[in-house]
């Protein structure tokens, strides 16, 4: 690598004075820039085209704060214990890997620092199990991506989660574009997907009416679409009837190392010790491996938003997308699609837009205007008053755009990974498998013990037939009251998700499980009542419930006093 001409570049192009450096596994970049987006495009230059190092980007933001989590519910109630793995992230990579653990009879433990599982980009996506069509051949993308699709009917039959194998469409609307679509022939021929075909303007209109502009169409039968955060609290739900242990709200805040060797991961509720340690931290998983000693790539953020249309329309019937332009393929990024979710609803998206911030999960204006205006050019029909929600999750990129998988080559008993964004809620299954070997490894093998391979999914009334929910409110009379009225979400439903194996604790907990406050109000009329439940179960005061966790509580003080009184 010619550090001097690409600092040379850098100097000519931006106008920055910056550093670099070799060390075994990197290119350590530093300095300061007054641009985030400059800051990036600085990483991507000096990637190893040889693959024989990660960049590790330590350019900072010029005036940027520097960033401070907050450290929430101290306690006592880990100190001490001691497990033969410890995994840390719960979002869908490190939840499929607690469940192939826990097949074994091994002692496990996964830190999330969340109220909940699935709260960062496994939760806020849109839910495509994707063929890997626009990958490339050789990478760990391309490899797990293929290898986790065809996991996915056998995991929703087992676990109860949604699942349509859909297909997705790829549309051209002039001869020009259709000329240009033979290449995705040409890759899935390549990558070995199956079910990719062209088809006509008249198959195509059979299959999606709405779209008249289309010419024709690339057909690829094997892409689905799950709900990835029922399919996650589905993993974590099996995991803990297998005999794993979730501490959600705890997070990571440091490791006690000696010769090479991690003796016990430090939390707020005390350290902890292990034989394994697994580093599945998502856009942090850079900060997780640097706590180690073991930070030898950057992750950065790009943050992705959605809108969710409501439910009452009937315009689109699979998932679609307009064959990307030459400039598109160039991107870093997929650039979205229109996908129908498993429950009905159009979702667009996402655009990418890279943030400093690795908490920044706010949506813009400006961020739901590009995502409307982009996809409503492959469907008009869409209309800004049908969107009912919007929201932003954030991919956590690597320089190299590929996935980190591997034992560390520096700390004996840690395994990284890492940059696992899109396709990896397609792709963590396959990677769990090639984890829970490692981790095996690293513990010098373990005993498989019976294994409780089914779980069953809260019954929801709005999906059963007559006859089966008289036959659901004749045990239990819960189930006929309804309180989301706009989804048909009873009162069963909702203590049913709060007495779960992974209890939900908070009003956002209970809309991901059983979509209380999903619908065209998004909890306007059952908010209180749900939180009335919530509160009751739980034992909890009103004052007390939270949307997702400290800081957000719904009520601030009693209206029958004074604000005096409380605050």
């Known amino acids: 690598m010619k550090l001097k001409s690409l600092l040379k570049k850098v100097r000519k192009k931006y106008g920055a004075e910056i550093e670099a450096r070799l060390t075994e596994q990197s290119v350590v970049l530093s300095g300061e820039m007054d641009d985030w987006e400059d800051i990036v495009c600085v990483g991507y230059l000096f990637v190893d085209k040889e693959r024989k190092r990660h960049v590790v980007n330590d350019i900072r933001l010029r005036g940027a704060p520097l960033r401070k989590e907050e450290v929430h519910q101290l306690d006592s109630s880990l100190d001490g214990k001691e497990y033969d793995v410890v995994i840390i992230g719960g979002g869908i990579v490190g939840l499929t890997i607690l469940r192939e653990l826990s097949r074994y009879s091994l002692r496990l433990l996964l830190l999330e620092k969340e109220s909940d599982v699935a709260r960062g980009a496994s939760g806020a996506n849109d839910g495509m199990i994707h063929p890997g069509i626009d990958l490339k051949k050789g990478t760990l993308k391309a490899e797990y991506c293929l290898a986790g699709n065809f996991m996915y009917e056998k995991l929703a039959e087992e676990l109860d989660f949604p699942f349509k194998r859909c297909g997705q469409y790829i549309a051209y609307g002039s001869w020009k574009e259709r000329l240009l679509s033979g290449y995705l022939l040409y890759k899935a021929k390549k990558l070995g ?194 969107i009912i929600a919007y929201f932003s999750g954030l991919r956590a990129a690597t320089y190299e755009e590929d996935f980190i998988v591997e034992a560390s080559k520096k700390i004996k008993n840690f395994i990284h990974v890492a940059g696992i964004q899109s396709p990896g809620l397609t792709a963590a299954p396959a990677i769990a498998l090639d984890v829970a070997w490692m981790a095996l490894e690293i513990l010098g093998g373990a005993e498989r013990k019976a294994f409780k391979a089914k779980r069953k999914r809260i019954p929801r009334m709005k999906e059963l037939a007559p006859s089966e929910r008289m036959a659901l409110i004749a045990a239990d009379p819960d189930f006929g009251k309804i309180i989301c009225r706009c989804e048909e979400v009873s009162l069963g439903e909702i203590k049913a998700a709060i007495r779960s194996p992974l209890p939900a604790k908070t009003i956002d907990a209970i809309k991901r499980r059983v979509r209380a406050g999903m619908g065209r109000c998004q909890g306007g009329f059952c908010l209180p009542n749900v939180l009335k439940v919530l509160a009751e179960e739980s034992g909890m005061d009103y004052l007390e419930v939270t949307k997702q966790g400290a800081g957000s509580e719904i009520c601030l003080y009693p209206t029958k006093g004074s604000e005096s009184d409380v605050l």
């Open 193 to 386: 997907i199956p079910g990719v075909k062209k088809i006509s303007r008249e198959e195509f209109l059979k299959i999606e009416p709405e779209l008249t502009w289309a010419k024709g169409a690339i057909e690829i039968a094997c892409t689905g679409v799950t709900s990835p955060y029922e399919a996650c609290v589905a993993f974590a739900e099996n995991a803990i009837e297998n005999g794993a242990e979730i501490a959600l709200e705890t997070p990571c805040l440091g490791f006690s190392v000696q010769d090479g060797k991690i003796l016990e991961v430090i939390t707020n509720r005390g350290r902890v010790k292990a034989k394994a340690f697994i580093n599945a931290a998502g856009v942090f998983a850079d900060e997780i491996a640097s706590m180690a000693g073991d930070r030898y790539y950057s992750i950065h953020a790009r943050k992705g938003s959605d809108l969710l249309f409501d439910n009452k329309l009937r315009l689109l019937n699979t998932i679609v997308s307009r064959l990307p332009s030459l400039k598109d393929r160039r991107s870093r990024t997929k650039g979205g699609a229109l996908v129908l979710t498993c429950e009905g609803n159009i979702l667009a998206g996402p655009d990418a837009e890279e943030v400093p911030d690795k908490n920044d999960t706010a949506t813009s204006v400006a961020s739901v205007e590009r995502v409307f205006q982009k996809h409503s050019r492959v469907l008009p029909q869409l209309k800004k008053s049908d």
